[in-house]
């Protein structure tokens, strides 16, 4: 914008006139920004961070089926050992 055109807009509206102009436009072109950056970037980035949860659920309840499984093996094992001990 021209300088010269801004002296001139101030010396006719006066400063306060052109500031709350120009803070409106500031306004204005961050809400348009946000509306068509922002918030379509933000929904891909939830429907990605739903993907991610949903994984980490699934790799729990791995984790926890491998613990008992080998809970399992590990008691069968030692009441197993049990048996083949001697007996003196």
Same mark, same amino acid.
């Given at each position: 914008?021209?300088?010269?055109?801004?002296?001139?807009?101030?010396?006719?509206?006066?400063?306060?006139?052109?500031?709350?102009?120009?803070?409106?436009?500031?306004?204005?072109?961050?809400?348009?920004?946000?509306?068509?950056? #922002?918030?379509?970037?933000?929904?891909?980035?939830?429907? %990605?961070?739903?993907?991610?949860? =949903?994984? !980490?659920?699934?790799? *729990?309840?791995?984790?926890?089926? #491998?613990?008992?499984?080998?809970?399992?093996?590990?008691? %069968?094992?030692?009441?197993?050992? =049990?048996? !083949?001990?001697?007996? *003196?």
């Amino acid at each position: 914008m021209d300088p010269n055109l801004v002296a001139e807009l101030v010396k006719q509206y006066g400063f306060p006139i052109v500031a709350a102009v120009g803070m409106g436009y500031f306004v204005w072109f961050i809400y348009k920004f946000v509306t068509d950056k #922002l918030m379509p970037l933000i929904g891909e980035t939830n429907v %990605i961070l739903i993907a991610l949860i =949903d994984r !980490i659920r699934m790799l *729990d309840n791995d984790l926890i089926r #491998l613990n008992q499984k080998v809970s399992v093996v590990l008691q %069968i094992k030692e009441d197993h050992s =049990d048996d !083949i001990k001697p007996k *003196d």
